[in-house]
């Protein structure tokens, strides 16, 4: 409990948690940063890490001179690229018979069977649209490794995605995370992020929903 607690906290308070790290690592901050990135993008395991959120405090961060902006965008999209290949050569090598139990509590077949349905209707553009997409995020390029993409245009989806991704967020935070009213308010903006980066699949949801209901 005393963990779920930390990681709440740690996630709705962003900002004092990510300057208390930069103070107290200094450079090594990056590092921290980096591996939590491609973790939450490369291991199917830690798909409840914060990416967005992360994203955008990490820019705010910078514009108060902490970090610099321009070596938080180039590392953290290496990281975002090498996580989402290293979540391809997974699923490549395990496929999906690590979502056998329809039961369990991280590796969920809900997850695999949401972003399938993303595949379906986005096709290999779903690489690059997942990565606004919490959750969907970490298991497309799982999903692209099993065998709905080949590897050459994977890893220019991952790119481009990679890319676009951290450079929206982080430059996102470095223009407006530093504003007197963004900073008083941060946790609401945090709640914010979440909300529209869960939006679609919320959408998506209802309108199942309204389907199952017409057919019923």
């Known amino acids: 409990m005393e963990i ?9 308070h962003l900002d004092r948690h990510l300057d208390v790290m930069v103070s107290s690592y200094g450079t090594w901050a990056y590092l921290i940063l980096f591996l939590i ?4 993008t490369g291991l199917v395991v830690t798909p409840i890490l914060p990416g967005d959120s992360l994203l955008f405090a990490a ?10 902006v321009a070596w938080v965008v180039l590392l953290l999209s290496i990281a975002a690229i090498f996580g989402d290949t290293v979540n ?3 699923g490549h090598f395990m496929g999906p018979r690590v979502f056998h ?36 995020r970490t298991f497309a ?7 709905s993409m080949d590897y050459g245009r ?15 967020f982080v430059i996102g935070g470095y223009w407006f995370g530093s504003l007197p009213l963004v900073r008083k308010n941060f946790t609401i903006v945090i709640f914010a992020i979440i909300f ?21």
């Open 154 to 168: 994977f890893i220019v989806y991952n790119i481009a995605g990679g890319v676009a991704w951290v450079a929206f």
């Open 37 to 40: 990135i491609f973790a939450e």
């Open 101 to 136: 139990n329809p039961g369990g509590r991280i590796l969920k077949k809900d997850y695999l069977d949401r972003t399938r349905a993303f595949f379906e209707k986005y096709g290999g553009k779903t690489i690059i649209i997942a990565r606004f997409v919490p959750i969907v």
């Open 141 to 147: 390029p799982f999903v692209a490794g099993v065998g």
């Open 88 to 90: 391809y050569a997974a």
């Open 59 to 68: 820019g705010s961060i910078a514009a108060r001179g902490s970090l610099d």
């Open 196 to 216: 529209v980066s869960v939006l679609p699949g919320i959408i998506g949801f209802i309108r199942e929903f309204i389907r199952m209901r017409r057919r019923a």
């Open 4 to 12: 779920l607690k930390y990681f709440f906290d740690f996630f709705m």
